[in-house]
């Protein structure tokens, strides 16, 4: 579905949810829309859609072992629709094969014993997004790119931030964006450094990581950390 914003859903993506079978959409409660499906309403309101309540359990916090149970689950409410035939379109925000909840599910399809065809539709990611509303070039010339975690801490992060010429975004780090903060300080980073939170939806807040008060942001954060050029030091 992309980030969040309506305007940024492909037309493949349009295309396949108007021609399904049936739409799903995961949500922490049957009782209240997730993001994917508000989304997805905004920009198609004559889709119905099927709510699959998730477990959204953080991995930190033991969330593993639930969290896969809950696939588990989900899994079993699928089987029905699609042993008939069903062609199912599951939603989700961001890119489906880029720290999504498809993927488990899938795995959980299999491991029920379901062998049936799955195909994708690539979304546009968040920092994708971020690097466009704040004018961040990523990458050019041989220049790379690591796309890393900040659940558990820094760790990944200082990992990454060895190769000078290497672009880093990390995902999940909203928590310990004080610390991340002060590291790309520490490293001579933190100048062209960007962030984003709750990208393309309601509450969106995107420009310079050094701007950002020092206080932990929500689970849908990104920071994006240019290559350093040759102009700021690069070897």
Do not use: C
């Not at 992309?2 to 940024?8: I, K, R």
């Not at 299999?110 to 690097?131: D, H, K, N, Y």
């Not at 990390?170 to 980073?189: D, F, M, N, T």
């Not at 962030?195 to 994006?224: N, R």
């Amino acid at each position: 579905m992309g980030p969040g914003d309506p305007l940024l859903l492909t037309r493949q993506a349009m295309a396949v949810l108007g021609s399904a079978d049936r739409v799903v959409a995961p949500t922490g409660s049957a009782d209240e829309p997730g993001r994917a499906e508000s989304v997805v309403l905004q920009a198609m309101p004559e889709i119905s859609i099927t709510r699959l309540p998730f477990d959204m359990t953080p991995d930190v916090q033991g969330g593993l072992l639930t969290r896969a149970a809950s696939h588990r689950e989900v899994a079993r409410k699928l089987l029905p629709w699609l042993s008939t035939g069903e062609e199912v379109a599951f939603i989700t925000l961001g890119d489906p094969n880029i720290y999504s909840t498809f993927s488990a599910l899938v795995l959980a399809l299999r491991q029920l014993g379901w062998e049936g065809a799955v195909e994708t539709v690539p979304g546009i990611t968040a920092f994708q997004a971020l690097a466009s509303r704040t004018g961040t070039v990523l990458l050019d010339g041989t220049e790379s790119l690591s796309l890393v975690t900040a659940l558990d801490g820094t760790t990944h992060v200082e990992e990454a931030l060895r190769e000078p010429d290497r672009a880093v975004v990390v995902y999940k780090g909203g928590k310990h964006l004080p610390e991340i903060a002060a590291l790309l300080s520490s490293v001579g980073r933190l100048e062209g450094a960007v962030f984003g939170e709750h990208i393309g939806l309601e509450g969106e807040w995107t420009g310079p990581l050094a701007e950002v008060p020092e206080h932990s942001a929500s689970y849908l954060a990104t920071v994006i950390v240019p290559p350093l050029t040759d102009s700021e030091g690069q070897a």
